[in-house]
C-alpha cells in the first residue's frame, strides 16, 4: 500500500485534532460530572470520522497486492529506467518514521 504525503497529512491532523477534542471532553466532564453521575454513555461520529470510516473500509477491500504495479516496477527496474532521488528517499522514510510514532 503507497501513503501520500496527501494522506500523512490527513493523518497528522486527525489525530491532533482528536486529542484535544478527547482532552477538552474530559474536563467538561469533570466539571459537570453529567457522565458519571447519570450513567449514561453516549457516542457520537463526527462527518470527518465517517470519512475514515470509508477510507479504512476501502483499504481493507483493496488487493494486497497490486500485480499490474509490480510488473510496471520490475520492468522499469530490469531496463533501467527506475530511479529516485535521494530526497525523494528522505521524504518518505521521514513521513514514515511520523506515522509510525502516531500509530
Do not use: C, W
Not at 500523512?8 to 471532553?25: C, P, V
Not at 457522565?35 to 457520537?44: E, N
Not at 497486492?65 to 530526497?87: C, F, M, P, Q, W
Amino acid at each position: 500500500m503507497i501513503i501520500s504525503n496527501h494522506q500523512i497529512n490527513n493523518l497528522l491532523k486527525a489525530y491532533s485534532k482528536e486529542g484535544i477534542r478527547s482532552n477538552n471532553l474530559d474536563k467538561a466532564q469533570a466539571k459537570t460530572g453529567t457522565a458519571k453521575s447519570l450513567g449514561i454513555d453516549r457516542t457520537q461520529v463526527s462527518e470527518e470520522a465517517r470519512g475514515f470510516q470509508v477510507a479504512l473500509k476501502a483499504a481493507q477491500d483493496a488487493p494486497e497486492v497490486r500485480e499490474g504495479k509490480v510488473a510496471e516496477l520490475r520492468e522499469a527496474i530490469r531496463t533501467g529506467n527506475y530511479s529516485l532521488t535521494g530526497g525523494e528517499i528522505a521524504e518518505k522514510m521521514i513521513a514514515r518514521a511520523l506515522v509510525d510514532k502516531l500509530v
